[in-house]
């Protein structure tokens, strides 16, 4: 297998906006570091397959059909992936998907084309070793704030292949076998270090990850940091602060554990005489249709919903006043214990799947309200982010007809690789399991938006209340993408 990487600056000039904050208080207004696109291609002898990564809030389905096409030209199968960093340009994150704004879709897809061909030559024979273990300390369930800061950390080691026997020479400074080429490392945490309120340009987290690995193992060997399943998950339990000391802080925690790992007995990733095979499917997901009620349920000032944000009762079919408190019938993925109340999921009169959670926007104004006069800042932070969604949720509740999404998945040797779209739940990344090493990338060749699991619909939480699919719809696409992988 040869293995390549290349990379194509992104400038932001002053003056452009910036996606993924509401609330930001003007355009780009300096740069704190520069935004980039790195690329990684594989080629088996017949095949090429590249994985590419731009910093941006999100990759809508326009551009990832015009990038794919154009790398066909290379002969080349290519996926695209968002960093997602807040603090970059405004590329047209729309729950549901929309159109990628000028001049965007062209710059986009020019740096894409460069980092592409760049990586094409710079291929060489190089092995591929999978390492995996647990991240502490830098993300955590953003809607739990007493939920462990615990992620899974996945770290691929390319390594240089020196003949055609399939010997490795050299020896890196932890004495392994094989002299380092690069590394591909899968953070699923959102890379939102940074306020609203700043407007220099950055990568944000992905970014500093990135720096603090070429610091610790030298200008030679390259860095793709990718963003997995981080829907909801965040650092907004874990930083300390919002600036660039912070970035590097954390950044620091991640690097380190990517060093750790690499120092541990690894899985074989792909070796000289691995194939590469890879997988479409299109799926049509049911809008989630939007249910109110004028009741509520008193939100817990704590933050760690002992009682439930402002979620309205609604009899099932039984009569049961679903939306109630009630036991859990089990841990939760972020932790929780068994018996811990929860919100119920939520139908309509009618039991039909595709409505949400039942919400009053009154209630939850309330509910900051209250939140704000506790002195809460977790509190406070929590209900605003429900509000928000609700209200984001209403300004789209007309959308009619399904949301046409795209799952990916590739074999690289013994690695399975796949895409999905949007931002899916970290739990929905950990359902497909298809033997042996696997990364899952989110924000990946489209944008539906939010992908909660189905469990997490009874929660009036802000990426439930913002989604614009129907519950299951997470689920559908892990399924996909496991029936993927196993017909390679």
Do not use: K
Not at 2 to 24: C, F, K, Q, S
Not at 290 to 299: A, D, F, I, N, Y
Not at 350 to 355: A, C, L, Q, Y
Not at 375 to 401: I, K, N, Q, Y
């Amino acid at each position: 297998m040869r293995v390549g990487h290349g990379r194509a600056n992104l400038p932001v000039p002053d003056g452009t906006p910036m996606g993924g904050y509401l609330d930001r208080p003007g355009p780009s207004a300096g740069l704190l570091d520069p935004l980039t696109v790195n690329a990684i291609t594989w080629f088996d002898g017949e095949r090429r397959f590249a994985l590419a990564t731009a910093d941006v809030i999100c990759v809508n389905e326009d551009l990832a059909h015009r990038v794919r096409s154009e790398a066909r030209s290379l002969g080349c199968e290519l996926w695209l992936a968002a960093s997602h960093t807040h603090s970059g340009p405004e590329t047209g994150c729309v729950p549901g998907g929309g159109p990628t704004p000028a001049p965007w879709l062209d710059r986009l897809t020019d740096a894409v084309g460069t980092a592409v061909r760049q990586a094409i030559e710079c291929e060489r024979r190089c092995d591929g070793e999978a390492h995996h273990g647990e991240l502490h300390g830098v993300g955590a369930d953003r809607s739990r704030p007493s939920a462990p800061a615990v992620v899974p950390l996945t770290v691929i080691a390319v390594r240089h292949r020196a003949d055609e026997n399939g010997r490795l020479i050299g020896r890196n400074e932890a004495g392994e076998n094989g002299q380092l080429a690069g590394v591909l490392v899968v953070l699923p945490v959102h890379p939102t270090v940074l306020p609203a309120a700043s407007r220099l340009v950055s990568a944000d987290l992905v970014g500093a990850v990135r720096r603090a690995l070429r610091a610790r193992l030298g200008p030679d060997v390259w860095a793709l940091v990718a963003t997995g399943a981080a829907g909801d998950i965040s650092t907004r339990h874990t930083r300390r602060g919002q600036d660039a000391a912070e970035l590097d802080r954390l950044a620091a925690t991640v690097a380190d554990r990517c060093l750790e790992l690499l120092r541990e007995p690894p899985a074989r990733a792909w070796s000289a005489r691995s194939d590469i095979t890879w997988a479409a499917r299109r799926l049509e997901l049911a809008p989630v249709q939007l249910s109110e009620s004028r009741g509520s349920v008193p939100m817990d000032l704590s933050g760690d919903r002992a009682r439930g944000p402002a979620v309205s009762p609604v009899p099932d079919r039984a009569g049961n006043r679903r939306g109630d408190p009630a036991v859990s019938p089990a841990a939760d993925r972020a932790g929780g214990q068994r018996g811990d109340p929860a919100v119920s999921p939520v139908a309509d009169r009618r039991g039909d799947p595709t409505v949400g959670p039942a919400v009053d926007p009154g209630a939850l104004a309330a509910d900051l309200r209250a939140a704000e006069a506790s002195g809460d800042p977790v509190a406070v932070r929590l209900a605003r982010s429900r509000l928000e969604g609700v209200r984001a949720r209403l300004d789209r509740s007309g959308r009619e007809g399904p949301i046409g999404v795209h799952v990916h998945a590739a074999r690289l040797g013994e690695l399975s690789v796949v895409g999905l779209p949007g931002e899916p739940f970290l739990a929905v990344a950990e359902s497909i399991t298809p033997g042996g090493p696997v990364i899952v990338l989110g924000y990946a060749n489209g944008y539906p938006g939010y992908l909660p699991t189905a469990e997490a619909y009874g929660r009036a939480e802000y990426e439930v209340l913002v989604s614009q699919v129907a519950p299951g719809s997470a689920e559908a696409l892990a399924g996909a993408a496991r029936q993927l992988l196993q017909d390679m």
